[in-house]
C-alpha cells in the first residue's frame, strides 16, 4: 500500500540534558538498538520529566521508564496500533524544547518519546505515521501544514481543534488507550504524509490502537491520498 523512508543508523557523542517538547519539524529517527539497551536512565531525567506530561503522556517513575519498552516480535506490529519509541532528530533552529541532547558531526540532535500508528507491516519492519503536538502548537505552528493532518483523540474525549486552528485535511481519529498511565493531549495531531519506517528490532511500548472504523475510513484513505500527492 505505501512504502516508506529507509532506516537510518546513529552515533552518539556525549550528551547533556534539558527539558524540551518534540517539535516534530525535521525527519526523525530511532535510536540504534544498542544505544536503547545501554541507555542509562536515571533519577536526573526522572527528575526533569516527572509528572510533566513530557510530548503527549505522563513518565514512570525511576528505572520505570524503561521496563515497559521491549523488543516486539513483527506479528505485534498490526495495522492501527499504537506504541511509542525512544526518538532522535536533528535540532533545528527554532525548536525550543528536547528530553536529551547531543552533537555529531557538527550538527545538534535532540531525543525524546514519539508515538506512532502503525499503518502496515511487512517482515521486520512496519510503515508507520507519527503522532505530534508541534511544541503544544498543534497546526498553529508556522510551516505545519493543516491539510496533511487531523486529530487524535483518547476514548471518553471530544476532538478539539486550538483558537486559531486552521480546518484539517482529515476528520478525527479516536485512540484505544490500552495502558492507564498514557493520556493525549488536546493538541496530538497525525502527520499523515509523514510516512516513516520502524524497525521490529527496536525497543517498543504499545500503548493502545486507533479505533478499527477510524482506521479503515480514515487513517488509511488519508495516507494513501498523501503519499499519492507525493511529488515522484
Known amino acids: ?12 557523542d556525549q550528551p547533556t540534558y534539558q527539558f524540551q517538547d ?8 530511532a535510536l540504534s538498538p544498542m544505544v536503547q539497551n545501554s541507555y542509562p536512565y536515571g533519577n536526573t531525567i526522572n527528575q526533569r520529566v516527572n509528572d510533566r506530561g513530557y510530548g503527549t503522556s505522563h513518565m514512570p517513575q525511576q528505572n520505570d521508564i524503561w521496563s515497559s519498552f521491549v523488543v516486539e516480535h513483527s506479528s505485534r506490529f498490526q495495522p492501527g496500533e499504537v506504541f511509542k519509541i525512544y526518538w532522535s532528530e536533528p535540532l533545528g533552529s527554532g525548536m525550543n524544547a528536547t528530553l536529551r541532547s547531543y552533537m555529531q558531526r557538527g550538527q545538534k540532535f ?16 512496519s ?4 503522532i505530534l503536538t508541534y511544541s503544544h502548537q498543534a497546526c498553529t505552528k508556522k510551516g505545519v501544514k493543516p491539510r ?12 478539539r481543534q ?8 482529515f476528520d ?33 511500548f504499545f500503548i493502545g490502537r486507533i479505533a478499527s472504523s477510524d ?18
Open 22 to 29: 518534540d517539535p516534530g519539524q525535521q525527519t526523525p529517527r
Open 127 to 130: 510503515t508507520c505515521v507519527p
Open 148 to 159: 496533511k493532518h487531523g486529530i487524535v483523540y483518547a476514548s471518553g474525549t471530544r476532538p
Open 110 to 125: 535532540h531525543e525524546s518519546f514519539r508515538r506512532f500508528i502503525v499503518v502496515a507491516t511487512d517482515e521486520g519492519h
Open 215 to 232: 482506521f479503515h475510513n480514515i487513517v488509511t484513505p488519508a495516507v494513501d491520498y498523501c503519499w499519492q500527492n507525493k511529488n515522484r
Open 162 to 169: 486550538l483558537p486559531g486552528e486552521p480546518d484539517l485535511g
Open 172 to 204: 478525527p481519529v479516536r485512540l484505544e488507550l490500552t495502558e492507564r498511565t498514557e493520556k493525549l493531549d488536546k493538541e496530538s495531531r497525525v502527520n499523515y504524509a509523514k510516512l516513516v519506517t520502524i524497525e521490529h528490532n527496536y525497543r517498543v
Open 1 to 12: 500500500m505505501v512504502s516508506g523512508p529507509s532506516p537510518m543508523a546513529t552515533g552518539y
